[in-house]
């Protein structure tokens, strides 16, 4: 079975960084067409939104308008590990951010019921 595990989320100023992580075990999708690995989020009273993934076949990449210059998504596949540096943080990303697999689609049409594994959160929270 797929298990995700993120870390590396925690409390930072605005303008602030994070690297948060997804290790990733019993995922064979690293190499699947139309297959990504990413990172969906979810802030309070809000619905989970896609905000990055990587294509698990090419490496290709996606980011949501809302973080495009400011995150990146990349990955160590020996590791079977995905990454998400996240700067110039603001108060509006403040989020439990969970990594997920799923169709490549589902990360940009913010459709989190079609996503297939998902790890438990971590939370992320931008506040001086």
């Known amino acids: 079975q797929v298990q995700l595990v993120e870390s590396g989320g925690g409390l930072v100023q605005p303008g602030g960084s994070l690297r948060l992580s997804c290790a990733a075990s019993g995922f064979t999708g690293f190499t699947r067409a139309g297959y990504a690995i990413g990172w969906f989020r979810q802030a309070p009273g809000k619905e989970r939104e896609g905000v990055s993934c990587?294509?698990?076949?090419?490496?290709?990449?996606y980011y949501a308008d809302s973080v495009k210059g400011r995150f990146t998504i990349s990955r160590d596949n020996a590791k079977n590990t995905v990454y998400l540096q996240m700067n110039n943080l603001k108060p509006e990303d403040t989020a439990v951010y969970y990594c997920a697999t799923g169709q490549i689609s589902y990360y940009y049409n913010n459709n989190a019921n079609g996503m297939d594994y998902w790890g438990k959160g971590t939370l992320v929270t931008v506040s001086s």
């Open positions: 990587i294509s698990s076949r090419t490496g290709s990449t």
